[in-house]
Antibody, heavy 117, light 107 residues
């Protein structure tokens, strides 16, 4: 059974940093690209970042480029998102997702990140 | 960046109705389009990938069509569990972009 479990969310002050993790199980982790997608309160979905299965290729939304870093540890079946210089507009539920055929075929339950003083 | 525009933004329908949601890309994306369903407080769920391919386990009343810039998601006979918000997403190029969502409400 595929499982994705996000952790690391919480309350952080503007300008601060936070690292999200996503523990994957139930599939061959290294064979799949993985993505982060977020949803601000009451708003729609926003794609944030994608990393290839090997971890070599990474892609970012313009809104987070230069502030967020996506990475993966295939030996530990873990996806990460290092978020720096956080802003109030980064407040959202962050979902990790398993990609296949250029779609996000399975999603975690999401983790809330709140940026506020 | 490719912009995705969904219409309508909301639709009121009854159980048994046929519902069609449209998604338009600002430039051609071949068939690199996915549709997701999201219920309140839940993670999105993939319904359709590559414009017309039904994800495993998704009821056959859901179907997708289109290519290039214009795409549709059709629910042939709306069921109570289908009341949700639906999003399209292009996967032709990065940054991947979502439509703004279409809320399907009970009439």
């Amino acid at each position: 059974e595929v499982q994705l479990l996000e952790s690391g969310g919480g309350l952080v002050q503007p300008g601060g940093s936070l690292r999200l993790s996503c523990a994957a199980s139930g599939f061959t982790f290294s064979s799949y690209a993985m993505s982060w997608v977020r949803q601000a309160p009451g708003k729609g979905l926003e794609w944030v970042s994608t990393v290839s299965g090997s971890g070599v290729s990474t892609y970012y939304a313009d809104s987070v480029k230069g502030r967020f870093i996506i990475s993966r540890d295939n030996s530990k079946n873990t996806l990460s998102l290092q978020m720096n210089s956080l802003r109030a507009e980064d407040t959202a539920i962050f979902y990790c997702a398993k990609d296949r055929s250029s779609a996000s075929v399975f999603w975690g339950q999401g983790i809330l990140v709140t940026v506020s003083s | 960046d490719i912009q995705m525009t969904q219409s309508p933004s909301s639709v009121s329908a009854s159980v048994g109705d046929r519902v069609t949601i449209t998604c338009r890309a600002s430039q051609g994306i071949s068939n690199w389009l996915a549709w997701y369903q999201q219920k309140p407080g839940k993670a999105p769920k993939l319904l359709i990938y590559a414009a017309s391919n039904l994800q495993s386990g998704v009821p056959s009343r859901f179907s997708g069509s289109g290519s290039g810039t214009d795409f549709t998601l059709t629910i042939s006979s709306l069921q109570p569990e289908d009341f949700a918000t639906y999003y399209c997403q292009q996967a032709n190029s990065f940054p991947r972009t979502f439509g703004q969502g279409t809320k399907v409400e009970i009439k």
